[in-house]
């Protein structure tokens, strides 16, 4: 028992590590590398909304 001890402390200690680096990755937060020029997302939206009116001006049929 006592020689398997050290095994079982290095195997569940894998595990618990293991298990807080998924932790950890899944709840970092998420960001592009937003520089000079990078739209905002009501820049976007804004941008969607007037594509989508020009082309409902233009009147064609599909």
Not at 6 to 21: E, K, N, V
Not at 28 to 34: A, I, V
């Amino acid at each position: 028992m006592a020689t398997a001890l050290p095994g079982i402390i290095m195997i569940t200690a894998g595990i618990a590590f293991y298990l807080l680096a998924i932790y950890w990755n899944t709840h970092r937060p998420q960001h592009s590398g937003s520089g000079e020029g990078a739209l905002t997302v009501h820049q976007l939206i804004a941008h969607v909304e007037a594509e989508r009116r020009q082309r409902e001006r233009t009147g064609r049929h599909r």
